[in-house]
């Protein structure tokens, strides 16, 4: 085992992997006015397990559920393993009736923003806790340093683990 994560760590290795996202994050008071929307809406998510992180997620689309996942991630900040697998309605309300908290909830709206993809997510909208955060997904590590984000983003928070949406999850949904 220390060997294959002695050698996941080389970057050639990390990027050839189709399972790896390298994304960078951004706390946001507003959403972008200037930039084309490529789709909005509804997310539903729940946590089964925090270490190893799986996430269960619902996809609503005008008040009618189109999708749902079933996601594990690896620990990491800038770099991660991410393997997202399409489920039936069906497994998706059976993970769902072993979940005993509140989903969290997303106003979710995707942007183009010069050929990448800027996911706005508003979490928890109308609550005490709630609040927003913008996301750029890179085909590689020097794309993701060089990227200079838009105005609406205000801090980056890709490497503070408060704002992991597992810590967001164990933190308001005791």
Not at 56 to 81: M, T
Not at 131 to 144: G, N, P
């Amino acid at each position: 085992m220390f060997w294959l994560a002695q050698n996941l760590d080389t970057r050639s290795d990390l990027l050839e992997n189709q399972f790896t996202e390298i994304e960078r994050k951004f706390l946001i008071d507003r959403l972008p006015t200037s930039l084309p929307m490529l789709e909005r809406k509804e997310v539903y998510q729940a946590y089964l397990s925090i270490d190893p992180e799986v996430r269960i997620r619902r996809n609503v689309v005008e008040g009618i559920d189109v999708s749902y996942y079933i996601a594990i991630k690896s620990n990491g900040e800038l770099i991660r393993r991410e393997v997202e697998i399409p489920i039936s309605k069906e497994y998706f309300y059976a993970l769902a009736d072993m979940v005993e908290r509140p989903f969290i909830k997303k106003d979710f709206s995707i942007y183009d923003i010069d050929g990448l993809i800027l996911e706005c997510s508003h979490v928890d909208k109308g609550t005490d806790t709630e609040f927003m955060y913008a996301e750029v997904e890179f085909q590689s590590v020097e794309d993701a340093n060089n990227f200079v984000p838009p105005s609406i983003c205000k801090m980056d928070v890709t490497n503070d683990p408060l704002y992991k949406m597992k810590n967001y999850w164990k933190r308001t949904r005791n």
